[in-house]
């Protein structure tokens, strides 16, 4: 068992680095102390989740959790707050949890190892965000449903892709809301001023993850693939459009929502050496 825990720190690692990245580039740039404390502590609440966290291991409450994380992202539909005409946030206290970031990277693992119902429960969950709207997730959700469509060979999460990058396509433009200064545009903000600390930061938010949860894999694990496909399309939409930076941007809801999905991920066994010498 402490081998596998000591395995977990490898995906925590994708969490790790960027969002500290991202507390170098509020601090560097005078964002309110407010902001700095928010995403220290989501990131602090997240490095318990990732290589700590456990999830039941029974098959029928692994997909219970995955309904109810599908069925939350409507609430902000119930409960607000709008602005702009969209509702994509849960409100805690003077803290605003984006609901896709939050809820998606749980959602992604579970439904993962589910092939039979995991393509529903990503569809209900690109409904949900259609009708907040959120490009952004969906574009992130479909992303991950191509990357879930081709390792497991499945018709069903190539259709939930399609249709999520179709409804993130008809929803790209809704809602009103000003970019907000250390949350949208992050790389530009920074390349401003140097563009090597932005290529650096870049760099940590696209590669690095990809690298720890991708590349070093010795077998093809789609729930850590598909995390990873999910968080390079919400880094990619910020980049095109002004939508919010994940980890390297202020916003605790990516920090907690990434540190949950890697708690999620089952335990496994450290991979074999790429290489033994011989006997």
Same mark, same amino acid.
């Given at each position: 068992m402490g081998a596998q825990i000591s395995d977990r720190w490898r995906p925590a690692l994708a969490l790790l680095l960027?969002?500290?990245?991202?507390?170098?580039?509020? =601090?560097? +740039?005078? @964002?309110?102390?407010?902001?700095?404390?928010?995403?220290a502590g989501a990131l602090?609440?997240?490095?318990?989740?990732?290589?700590?966290?456990?999830?039941?291991?029974?098959?029928?409450? *692994?997909?219970?959790? =995955?309904? !109810?994380?599908?069925g939350s992202l409507f609430l902000p539909l119930l409960t607000g707050?709008? =602005?702009?005409?969209? =509702? *994509?946030?849960f409100p805690l206290g003077p803290v605003q949890l984006h609901s896709g970031a939050l809820?998606?990277?749980l959602l992604v693992v579970l439904a993962a190892d589910a092939p039979r119902l995991g393509p529903a429960l990503l569809a209900l969950a690109a409904a949900a965000l259609a009708l907040q709207p959120d490009a952004a997730s969906l574009a992130a959700l479909a992303l991950a449903g191509v990357v879930l469509a081709a390792m497991r060979r499945s018709l069903a999460f190539a259709l939930v892709g399609a249709g999520a990058a179709g409804l993130a396509v008809l929803t790209f433009d809704a809602g009103g809301l000003e970019p907000q200064l250390y949350t949208e545009g992050v790389l530009a903000h920074v390349a401003e001023r140097s563009m090597g600390v932005?290529?650096?930061?870049? !760099?940590?938010? +696209?590669v690095e993850p990809l690298w720890q949860l991708v590349i070093p894999s010795e077998v093809r694990h789609p729930d850590t693939h598909a995390l990873a496909a999910l968080l390079v399309g919400f @880094?990619?939409?910020?980049?095109?459009?002004? +939508?919010? +930076?994940?980890?390297?941007g202020y916003g605790a809801a990516p920090i907690l929502g990434f540190g949950i999905g890697i708690g999620a991920l089952p335990l496994r066994a450290p991979a074999p050496p790429r290489f033994q010498a011989a006997a």
């Open positions: 960027p969002a500290l990245g991202g507390l170098a580039y509020l =601090a560097g +740039f005078d @964002a309110p102390a407010r902001l700095i404390a928010v995403n602090v609440l997240a490095l318990v989740c990732a290589p700590w966290g456990r999830l039941p291991a029974g098959h029928g409450a *692994r997909l219970g959790l =995955a309904a !109810l994380a599908a707050p709008e =602005a702009g005409g969209v =509702a *994509r946030s809820l998606l990277p932005a290529v650096a930061l870049g !760099l940590l938010l +696209f @880094a990619a939409m910020a980049v095109i459009a002004p +939508f919010p +930076f994940p980890l390297i």
